[in-house]
């Protein structure tokens, strides 16, 4: 869960075209078919809860050529008792018999009180369905950040997937009160102190928890 605001640093644009459940769903169907059929696919954690979370090795074992979809709302859940993860960006990835890729989807962790996998560390995932509520959070945030109505602490589209997270996770039982001790600890583990900036770790956590409140309240969850 930790590391959040070295991870902006590394953040790319989540785009704002979620998929609905059933689609996600779907996509998953047919990924599974796909790793029935000879389709291999690594999962490598990158250390982060949110962003560019997994590098992705796509491997074209079946013979034939397919094209491999990865799209908003997919859930991968690992073997053992680690971190969640939805994605949140889409790739489709057309390969020929024997051909090999790879992509770093971006997405998001599911469980406030685990951490990501580590940077390196590969990691053993089935599919998952039945999150709509979380794929719900992810497109009401990327709305209201395309509205411009989060806070301007970040730069917007940083501002975006630090709120959707938080708002998953509040939809767990995260607090605001994890977010103010989160942010005090990063903001003490600084060793520069004018990197903050005139915001307090204070106004910081009031700050990005209306906007968790605004996407739990606009997603129907509050």
């Known amino acids: 869960m930790r590391t959040w605001l070295a991870a902006l640093l590394l953040l790319l644009t ?8 059933e689609e ?37 074992g079946s013979g034939a050529p397919l094209t491999v979809r990865l799209v908003p709302g997919m859930v991968l859940t690992p073997s053992d ?57 992810i497109r009401v945030g990327e709305r209201l950040a395309a509205e411009g109505r989060f806070g301007p602490e970040f730069p917007p589209d940083q501002r975006k997937v630090v709120v959707i997270q938080r708002a998953i996770w509040a939809s767990r039982g995260y607090t605001r009160q994890d977010l103010a001790v989160e942010i005090a600890d990063e903001f003490a583990a600084r060793t520069d102190p004018n990197r903050a900036g005139s915001v307090s770790p204070e106004a910081l956590a009031d700050s990005i928890w209306r906007d968790v409140e605004l996407v739990l309240r606009e997603a129907g969850q509050r």
Request: with cysteine.
């Open 24 to 60: 996600a769903d779907a996509a998953s169907a047919a990924l599974s078919a796909q790793l029935s059929a000879g389709l291999r696919v690594t999962w490598t954690g990158q250390g982060l809860s949110c962003g560019p979370i997994l590098l992705t090795g796509l491997s074209n």
């Open 14 to 21: 989540l785009p704002a075209r979620a998929q609905t459940p």
């Open 81 to 137: 008792d680690g971190q969640r993860m939805m994605l949140a960006s889409r790739h489709e990835v057309a390969l020929q018999a024997g051909q090999e890729a790879s992509v770093m989807p971006e997405g998001y962790c599911l469980d406030p009180s685990k951490d990501p996998p580590p940077r390196g560390q590969a990691v053993n995932y089935s599919l998952g369905s039945g999150f709509a509520a979380d794929l719900t959070l």
